[in-house]
C-alpha cells in the first residue's frame, strides 16, 4: 500500500503533509459518518445499525496496521473519534451553546465551506502564507487556521449564494415542472 501511496501523492506524501488527503486515509471518517446517518437521522439505535458497517470499520481499522501510515492514531484520526462522540452525545440532547444563529449559518454554508476549504489551504500554502510565524508552531497554527476559516467562509458563503441556491432553485423548478400531469383536467 506504501507504493501506491508514493505513486498517487508524490514526494509530499513521504513528508506526511498530504497523506490525510488520500483518499483510503478518510474511509474510517466515512465509515463513522455512515454510522452517524443511522443513528442521527434515521433514529436507529447503534444496535440498529447494520453488522456491514460495523465489519467495514473493523476492517480499516485492522487494515491500518498493515500500512506504513497508521491511519487510527493520527491526530486527525483522533479528532474524527472526539467528533464522532460529540455527534452521537449532541443528537441526544440539544447543547443551546451550539444552537444559535452563527452555527447554523455555518450548517447552511457546510458544504460549500467543505469544498472551498482545499482550494484555500492549497493557495495559502502555495504562496507561502502557512508559515507565518516560525517562531511559535502554536502561534503559526492559530494565525494559519484563522486565515484559512476566515477566507473559507467568505468564499463559501458567496458560493452559496451565487452557485449553489440559484442551482437548488432551477433544481425544484425542474423537479415541479415533471411533476405537473401531462393533461391537466
Known amino acids: ?7 498517487i501523492i508524490g514526494n509530499e506524501g513521504k513528508n ?12 474510517p471518517v466515512f465509515a463513522m459518518g455512515i454510522i452517524l ?13 447494520s453488522w456491514f458497517s460495523y465489519l467495514m470499520l473493523g476492517l480499516l481499522y485492522i487494515a491500518s496496521f498493515f500500512l506504513q501510515e497508521r491511519l ?9 473519534y472526539f ?16 444552537d444559535n444563529r452563527l452555527f447554523r449559518q455555518i450548517g447552511t454554508i457546510s458544504y460549500s465551506l467543505y469544498i472551498i476549504h482545499f482550494i ?13 510565524y516560525l517562531a511559535s508552531p502554536i502561534v503559526n497554527f492559530i ?12 468564499f463559501s458563503y458567496l458560493t452559496y449564494q451565487f452557485i449553489e441556491k440559484p ?5 425544484k423548478k425542474l423537479i415541479m415542472k415533471e411533476e405537473k400531469p401531462i393533461f391537466a383536467p
Not at 37 to 49: C, D, G, M, R, T
Not at 167 to 171: A, E, R, S
Open 120 to 132: 484555500i489551504f492549497f493557495w495559502l500554502a502555495r504562496y507561502h502564507l502557512n508559515a507565518l
Open 16 to 27: 506526511g503533509i498530504y497523506i490525510y488527503l488520500f483518499f483510503p486515509a478518510q474511509l
Open 143 to 154: 494565525l494559519f487556521f484563522s486565515l484559512t476559516l476566515i477566507l473559507s467562509s467568505a
Open 83 to 98: 467528533s464522532f462522540g460529540i455527534a452521537i452525545l449532541l443528537s441526544k440532547k440539544k447543547l443551546c451553546l451550539l
Open 167 to 171: 442551482f437548488q432553485n432551477l433544481g
Open 72 to 80: 487510527f492514531y493520527q491526530n486527525y484520526m483522533l479528532f474524527a
Open 1 to 7: 500500500m506504501y507504493i501506491v501511496t508514493e505513486n
Open 37 to 49: 446517518y443511522f443513528f442521527v437521522i434515521k433514529q436507529q439505535s447503534l444496535k440498529a445499525v
